[in-house]
């Protein structure tokens, strides 16, 4: 698992890389995941992936996560798009303690937030982080996802 390192940010910066932060809670990755993070990283040199633990998935979203942390980090570690995977600090449901360690150049998240609703904003501009919102791709969602795998089972 590529977990990134506080001397590998310091290499990045000293060769002028742009580091990007993204995070989520990517319990069942789909085609819309893998769009807006290719667009994420599209943005920079660097794209750091920030998971969300299995206890803040279940308390943003009840019943949740259907894959474990381990899992999720595995997956998205797999793809090409994604540099490092470092999961949640424990406790927390935002990403601002690794918006204040990572220092990133640009802080992205998807479209169903605005720079005034993003509760990192005030810490992703704090360290001097450009906030960036993607827009997402159309008709793919977790939550319809799983609600069209609940039909066929009915």
Do not use: W
């Amino acid at each position: 698992m590529s977990i990134i390192t506080t001397s590998q940010l310091s290499d990045i910066r000293a060769k002028g890389g742009k580091i990007i932060l993204t995070n989520g809670c990517f319990d069942i990755l789909h085609k819309g995941h893998v769009s807006y993070l290719q667009a994420a990283r599209a943005l920079g040199d660097v794209l750091v992936v920030a998971v969300n633990l299995d206890d803040s998935v279940s308390r943003l979203k009840p019943g949740r996560p259907y894959n474990a942390l381990a899992d999720r980090m595995f997956v998205l570690d797999g793809l090409a798009c994604v540099d490092y995977v470092v999961p949640f600090a424990a406790g927390e449901d935002t990403a601002d303690h690794l918006l204040r360690a990572l220092k990133p150049n640009v802080y992205v998240k998807g479209g169903d937030y605005t720079p005034e609703t993003l509760p990192e904003t005030p810490t992703a501009l704090k360290v001097g982080a450009e906030v960036k919102i993607m827009q997402e791709e159309d008709g793919y969602s977790t939550t319809a996802l799983i609600k069209k795998i609940r039909s066929f089972s009915d």
